[in-house]
Nanobody, 124 residues
Framework: VQLQASGGGLVQAGGSLRLSCAAS????????MGWYRQAPGKQRELVAG???????NYADSVKGRFTISRDNAKNTVYLQMNSLKPEDTAVYSC???????????????????WGQGTQVTVSS
């Protein structure tokens, strides 16, 4: 499985960005699709994830501001980020797993495939 992420960039605080991540290759049975982020000096954290059935999980810090969605026909996952804050600045990476999960796992090692990161920078 190959994952191609896009949509990062520089935005002012309060602004919005939409990230996309398209899966290709052996996409059969992809279950959970998620977005992680890692800021300098910090651990990688799950931002949001969504199962094939639509169950979602969000980091507390982004609840109410970010929305994850997916288009199974296009094998693409999206992350709509609104009301961005400087502390959202990080490299965002998409990840997927074919493992059977009914809920979104948080641990990075539960994900089988990773895309390249895309930088999101929020200026104050």
């Amino acid at each position: 499985v190959q994952l191609q992420a896009s949509g990062g960039g520089l935005v002012q605080a309060g602004g919005s960005l939409r990230l996309s991540c398209a899966a290709s290759g052996s996409i059969f049975s992809i279950n959970v699709m998620g977005w992680y982020r890692q800021a300098p000096g910090k651990q990688r954290e799950l931002v949001a994830g969504i199962t094939r059935g639509g169950s979602t999980n969000y980091a507390d810090s982004v609840k109410g501001r970010f929305t994850i969605s997916r288009d199974n026909a296009k094998n693409t996952v999206y992350l709509q980020m609104n009301s961005l804050k400087p502390e959202d600045t990080a490299v965002y990476s998409c990840a997927v797993t074919k493992k059977v999960w009914r809920v979104v796992p948080k641990q990075p090692n539960e994900y089988d495939y990773w895309g390249q990161g895309t930088q999101v920078t929020v200026s104050s």
